[in-house]
């Protein structure tokens, strides 16, 4: 049996093979270039102690991991020891710019695992930067976070 076709052939077939390849090629590179930390969640382990006071508004926050990694301010960025302080008192004079008259409290969240002299050269520069420094801890009765 000899079946006809009335559909001609014809050499206008557009190949998505390269098209593919170029997706792919994008999808990989923004991958790789994007942020893969989960910065917005820190496993900091605070200490507890049985005192709480509220939080201030102004406030520039400046966190150290238990691998001795600091971040600083609400994007936290990764900040080395060395340079910290330039760091710092750019957010201060950021903020007492943005908050005309305001007195900004530096607010240190160390995780309990660092080692006590990294707390203490952190804790020196910090309050060379800002007359106002808090330290965050977990109250021994409560989940929230305290500060001291």
């Known amino acids: 049996?000899?079946?006809?076709s009335n559909l001609k052939s014809t050499?206008?077939?557009?190949?998505?093979?390269?098209?593919?390849?170029?997706?792919?090629?994008?999808?990989?590179?923004?991958?790789?270039?994007?942020?893969?930390?989960?910065?917005?969640?820190?496993?900091i382990e605070n200490p507890t102690l049985s005192q709480n006071s509220p939080p201030l508004t102004t406030q520039i926050l400046v966190v150290m991991d238990a691998q001795n990694v600091i971040y600083l301010g609400s994007k936290k960025d990764i900040v080395d020891l060395s340079s910290l302080k330039n760091h710092l008192n750019d957010e201060i004079t950021l903020i007492k710019k943005?908050?005309?008259?305001?007195?900004?409290?530096?607010v240190l969240s160390v995780d309990r695992r660092v080692d006590y002299g990294a707390f203490l050269k952190?804790?020196?520069?910090?309050?060379?930067?800002?007359?106002?420094?808090?330290?965050?801890?977990?109250?021994?009765?409560?989940d929230n976070t305290g500060y001291f």
């Open 11 to 43: 050499n206008f077939l557009i190949d998505l093979t390269p098209l593919v390849d170029v997706t792919f090629l994008m999808l990989i590179f923004f991958i790789i270039t994007s942020d893969i930390l989960p910065l917005k969640s820190l496993n």
């Open 122 to 142: 952190l804790f020196a520069i910090t309050q060379e930067c800002g007359p106002r420094v808090r330290l965050v801890y977990k109250p021994e009765d409560d």
């Open 1 to 4: 049996m000899i079946f006809k």
């Open 98 to 106: 943005h908050h005309a008259g305001a007195d900004p409290t530096v």
